[in-house]
């Protein structure tokens, strides 16, 4: 049961900018996807950020684009999740996903899209 650990979330005002970070041990993580999910008070969980294992691949979710990045850091087992310009709808508990595959353009977002290991999440909360 090796599980991806999340950190970096916080209080932030709005137009500030958080780090997330996805830390997993035990794995090579060059082998797997990763997407980045959230979860507001009140809504379904939504698909944020993927990344492809190569790395070059990536989306977002419409709400976030121009805002947010997700990289990945390989030797470092460590995923990010770089938020800018926070808006007060971005208040979310955030999660990791990783899945392994042989596919190293595959990048999805959606919920039920076969990620294997999730993490606990870490809750980012926008607000003045």
């Known amino acids: 049961q090796l599980q991806p650990v999340e950190s970096g979330g916080g209080l932030v005002q709005p137009g500030g900018s958080l780090r997330l970070s996805c830390t997993v041990s035990?794995?090579?993580?060059?082998?797997?996807?990763i997407g980045w999910f959230r979860q507001a008070p009140g809504k379904e969980r939504e698909g944020v950020s993927c990344i492809s294992s190569s790395g070059g691949n990536t989306n977002y979710v419409d709400s976030v684009k121009g805002r947010f990045t997700i990289s990945r850091d390989n030797r470092k087992n460590t995923i990010y999740l770089q938020m800018n310009s926070l808006k007060p709808e971005d208040t979310a508990v955030y999660y990791c996903a990783i899945v392994r595959t042989t596919n190293q353009d595959l990048c999805l977002m959606k919920t039920d899209s076969g990620y294997k290991y999730w993490g606990q999440g870490t809750q980012v909360t926008v607000s003045s």
């Open positions: 035990g794995f090579t993580l060059s082998y797997y996807a």
